[in-house]
């Protein structure tokens, strides 16, 4: 069996860089054990002709109608160009609502008048695309800054943004592969991307309904499409669990090598059953 490596652009991986890399060579490596020949490309290299699979981590689009080729000559590829472009904002948010995945309210905003009835504190996100700057997502306690966070991400080239209800309760990231493998932790506050966890204050270990969790996931990971994923819920005083971030091959770090044993599994299992 060959697989294919791409390895994410460093502009889609703020601050995780070396951890994204890290995941993708630790799968490599659990590939080679199992047997299959991996050859590591970059973005601007040419998928093998002979490639069974493609193991990526790519996001820009130019990559992605690659990869959409790779899917037309028989290549499986992982996780789908499909998927990847469902994982930009407002789709993924409308595609959950419209599936029944608890989530936060929210709304997509174009001008101002859109924040007249809005409640805060809120978040204002970018609505297209991946977070890849500090000021993608904001926390905002009153209209005048959710303004002037709208106004920063426009002059980055920005013009789809949403509004974002903010929920209390405590964060918990989780991991996944398909549905054969989940995990999940609460944040450290040294080893997130752009430190917004801290937000939510002190972790008050909020007791809640793991297999529930787990089942909600999933669901949305099958919404989307993705087979490796990851993301953030947040629990509240209840034990209530609402789904605030989806993301496609996350970087695993705090599971790096038990993932990659999953992840190298899943992939040898897409062939088995050709």
């Known amino acids: 069996m060959k697989i294919a490596t791409i390895a994410r652009n460093p ?6 860089t070396a951890n994204d890399a890290a995941i993708l060579s630790s799968v490599a490596k659990e590939l080679t054990l199992m047997g299959a020949e991996v050859v590591a490309i970059d973005e601007n290299g ?11 981590m790519s ?20 996780n789908t160009p499909d998927a990847i472009e469902k994982c930009s904002r407002i789709r993924t948010m409308e595609l959950l609502e419209l599936n029944g995945i608890p989530q936060p309210a929210f709304s997509v905003v174009e001008k101002g008048e859109d924040l007249n009835d809005s409640t805060f504190p809120a978040w204002i996100k970018r609505g297209t695309g991946w977070s890849c700057h500090k000021n993608d997502v904001c926390y905002v306690t009153d209209k005048k800054e959710a303004l002037e966070a709208i106004e920063e991400m426009r002059q980055r080239g920005i013009e789809s943004f949403v509004y974002t209800a903010h929920c209390k309760g405590d964060i918990i990231k989780f991991y996944g592969v398909g549905n054969r493998y989940f995990t999940y932790s609460y944040p450290v506050a040294d080893k997130t991307k752009f430190g917004l966890e801290k937000i939510n204050g002190a972790i008050k270990h909020y007791p809640f309904d793991i297999n529930s969790m787990q089942r909600m996931v999933v669901k949305a990971a099958e919404t989307i499409g993705l087979t490796i994923y990851g993301g953030d819920c947040i629990v509240d005083e209840k034990g ?8 496609d091959f996350p970087s ?3 599971v790096r090598e038990e993932a990659a044993k999953e992840i190298a599994q899943s992939i040898i299992n897409t062939q088995k059953i050709k």
């Open 59 to 78: 996001r820009t689009p130019e990559v992605l109608e690659k990869l959409k080729k790779a899917e037309q000559r028989g290549i499986t590829v992982i």
């Open 11 to 16: 502009k889609n991986s703020p601050n995780m």
């Open 240 to 247: 209530n669990i609402s789904l605030i971030d989806l993301n």
């Open 46 to 56: 040419d998928i093998p002709e002979d490639a069974d699979v493609v193991c990526h």
């Open 252 to 254: 695993f770090s705090s």
